[in-house]
C-alpha cells in the first residue's frame, strides 16, 4: 500500500482564478492518478501522470483546463485554471501499488468556486 | 465503453441485521474489480480486489463475491462503524491500461 497527502484539504476560490493541489507519496511510485468527484457522481479519471513524460489526459478533460506536473517518482500537482462554480468538486490523486492493479487514493482537496 | 451500476443508492440496516450490495458491471476484458469504502470527507479506502468469477475475498464482516456479470459485497451482522459509502470499480482491458471505471457507490447506514 501507500501514504498519500494532499494539500491543501480544501479552498474556496473566486471565479477565473487557477488552484494548485499538491500530491506527495510515501514511497516511489510510477503511476499516479488524478479523479474528480462531483456530488452524486462517479469519481471520473481526469488524467494519469507519469514521471518524466507528459500526462495522458481522459475524454472530455484538457491540459490547458488541468495542467499537471510529475517532476519526481513521489510527487504531483494539479492545477485547476481560469475556474467557474462548474469546477467545484473534490479532487483525489491515487497511486497504484501493491502489485494487482489496486490503487491508493489521497484524502481529496474539497474546492468551491464562488 | 466499461460501465458499472451499483444497487441499492442508499441500505439503511439495523445492527446485526445481514445484507448485500450488489454491482454490476460490463466491460471488455476484466482485469479487476474492486470495492472501496469512503468515509465522509476521505479519500476512498481500497478494501478488496477479484480477478476472476467465482473468486471471494473476505476481511472482517465483509465478504466480495464475483460472477461473470456482477459483485456482491454481503455484510454480516454489521455495526454502526460500517457505516460508509461503498464504492465498486473496474478495470478493463481496453483503452486506457490504467483507467478505473467506478460507480456512484451504496450509501450503507447501520443504526444501533
Known amino acids: 500500500s501507500a501514504v498519500i497527502s494532499q494539500k491543501p484539504s480544501r479552498d474556496i476560490c473566486q471565479r477565473g482564478t487557477s488552484l494548485t493541489i499538491q500530491c506527495q507519496v510515501d514511497?516511489?511510485?510510477?503511476?499516479m492518478f488524478w479523479y474528480r468527484q462531483q456530488p452524486g457522481q462517479s469519481l471520473t479519471l481526469i488524467a494519469t501522470a507519469n514521471q518524466g513524460s507528459e500526462a495522458t489526459y481522459e475524454s472530455g478533460f484538457v491540459i490547458d483546463k488541468f495542467p499537471i506536473s510529475r517532476p519526481n517518482l513521489t510527487f504531483s500537482t494539479l492545477t485547476v485554471s481560469n475556474m467557474s462554480p462548474e469546477d467545484s468538486s473534490i479532487y483525489l490523486c491515487?497511486?497504484?501499488?501493491?502489485?494487482?492493479?489496486?490503487?491508493?487514493f489521497g484524502p481529496g482537496t474539497r474546492l468551491t468556486v464562488t | 465503453e466499461d460501465q458499472v451500476t451499483q444497487s441499492p443508492e442508499a441500505l439503511r440496516l439495523q445492527e446485526g441485521e445481514s445484507s448485500s450490495l450488489n454491482c454490476s458491471y460490463t466491460v471488455s476484458g476484466l482485469r479487476g474489480l474492486f470495492w472501496y469504502r469512503q468515509d465522509p470527507g476521505k479519500g476512498p479506502e481500497f478494501l478488496f480486489t477479484?480477478?476472476?468469477a467465482g473468486e471471494e475475498k473476505e476481511k472482517e464482516r465483509l465478504k466480495a463475491t464475483l460472477t461473470k456479470k456482477e459483485s456482491f459485497l454481503h455484510i454480516t451482522a454489521p455495526k454502526p462503524e460500517d457505516s460508509a459509502t461503498y464504492l465498486c470499480a473496474v478495470l478493463g482491458g481496453g483503452g486506457s491500461n490504467y483507467k478505473l471505471t467506478f460507480g456512484k457507490g451504496t450509501l450503507l447506514t447501520v443504526n444501533p
Open positions: 491515487s497511486v497504484e501499488a501493491g502489485g494487482g492493479y489496486e490503487q491508493y
Open positions: 514511497s516511489q511510485v510510477t503511476m
Open positions: 477479484l480477478y476472476s
